[in-house]
């Protein structure tokens, strides 16, 4: 199979990783955190998010989601686009215990309640964009917990 991406990737970055070596996907980002504390982990338009960085700030939102009382093993709900705040969000939910429901940004309120419902997310990190969709249905789905993201924060 032709993988056309492998051309982007910086000098030292493997192809493949043995996946077996780690207990979980949470073990496995620790491990790339501590291994490569300065080195670029994610850019976005113009901005390096290093994986030192994404390990404090994701290390200080994990707090702030078991702060909550969230059970481990509970729903977290990511509704965000490719920015930076996403990595961090996801691996804030990886590092607490929790399991990730991805959310399409662009559902409609009514997919959106669906999913929530669904899946039984107790939290959701969504950036502010769209926040309107989630106010529409919010009273009609599990989630108790709420963290809005901005635009800007990273950048």
Request: charge should be neutral; aromatic fraction near 8%.
């Amino acid at each position: 199979m032709d993988k056309p991406w492998l051309k982007q990737y910086p000098a030292g970055v493997p192809a493949e990783i043995d996946a077996s070596q780690y207990r979980s996907l949470a073990h496995l980002l620790e491990d790339s955190f501590q291994k490569n504390r300065n080195r670029r982990a994610f850019e976005c338009m113009g901005k390096v998010l290093t994986y030192g960085e994404l390990d404090t700030l994701s290390r200080q939102l994990a707090a702030w989601l078991q702060s909550r009382g969230l059970a481990l093993g509970a729903r977290v709900a990511l509704m965000m686009p490719n920015v930076l705040q996403y990595p961090v969000a996801l691996a804030a939910v990886l590092r607490a215990g929790y399991v990730v429901v991805n959310v399409n940004p662009l559902y409609t309120p009514r997919e959106l309640e669906h999913q929530l419902k669904d899946s039984g997310a107790e939290a959701i990190i969504i950036l502010e964009n769209f926040a309107t969709t989630l106010q529409q249905v919010l009273p009609n789905t599990p989630v108790k917990h709420i963290v809005v993201a901005s635009m800007g924060d990273l950048l």
